[in-house]
T-cell receptor, first 115, second 113 residues
Framework: GAGVSQSPSNKVTEKGKDVELRCDPI?????LYWYRQRLGQGLEFLIY????????KSGLPSDRFSAERTGESVSTLTIQRTQQEDSAVYLC?????????????FGSGTRLTVV | GNSVTQMEGPVTLSEEAFLTINCTYT??????LFWYVQYPGEGLQLLLK?????DKGSNKGFEATYRKETTSFHLEKGSVQVSDSAVYFC????????????FGAGTRLFVKA
């Protein structure tokens, strides 16, 4: 597609429920990244995909968080048994293979609120 | 490890004032440096970048020069507008430190008419 698409744009869920967040990257972008942005704070790296493999999962905060990617296409971030501290904007970005040269294109994010 | 430090905000300026937002970095290799901007209610956008020492990135009247000797990448604009009000993030990407981009905490800019 023309840009990085994320859905849903907003999600309110009850504590303890599971949620799935979706990211559809720009066609041809082999690299895909998930970040989390808590209110008033900077971006916290979660996971990086190159194709459908994840060479760097170091930012996933707990085993309640998981992510997968189908080929060089859609990625899903799943949060199980959500907690209030999971409330944040979850941002997806994609890039051509060499992100250090081209930078990222970000989606508009999914605002997750756990009540 | 790699890190980015940028000046705390908020920064409040009057229209047509000169803007500087300081950014310094620590990196193990030779990183590329970026400034991203987040306008109210929107996602982050790449504003400008520089991939090697002494490069100057520029876009929309903003510019930043990659200074290896001072490990800095300060963002400047000669005359800000109300429409420049946003949060600005300094970032680095260092392939020797992994493939992810490291972001600073962000600096909020308010421009008054």
């Amino acid at each position: 597609g023309a840009g990085v698409s994320q859905s849903p744009s907003n999600k309110v869920t009850e504590k303890g429920k599971d949620v799935e967040l979706r990211c559809d990257p720009i066609s041809g972008h082999t690299a895909l990244y998930w970040y989390r942005q808590r209110l008033g704070q900077g971006l916290e790296f979660l996971i990086y995909f190159q194709g459908n493999s994840a060479p760097d999962k170091s930012g996933l905060p707990s085993d309640r968080f998981s992510a997968e990617r189908t080929g060089e296409s859609v990625s899903t971030l799943t949060i199980q048994r959500t907690q209030q501290e999971d409330s944040a904007v979850y941002l997806c970005a994609s890039s051509l293979a060499r992100a250090e040269r081209y930078g990222y294109t970000f989606g508009s994010g999914t605002r997750l609120t756990v009540v | 490890g790699n890190s980015v430090t940028q000046m705390e905000g908020p920064v409040t300026l009057s229209e047509e004032a000169f803007l500087t937002i300081n950014c310094t970095y620590t990196a193990t290799g030779y990183p590329s440096l970026f400034w991203y901007v987040q306008y109210p209610g929107e996602g982050l956008q790449l504003l400008l970048k520089a991939t090697k020492a002494d490069d100057k990135g520029s876009n929309k009247g903003f510019e930043a020069t990659y200074r290896k000797e001072t490990t800095s990448f300060h963002l400047e604009k000669g005359s800000v507008q109300v429409s420049d009000s946003a949060v600005y993030f300094c970032a680095l990407s260092d392939p020797t430190g992994g493939f992810k981009t490291i972001f600073g905490a962000g600096t909020r800019l308010f421009v008054k008419a």
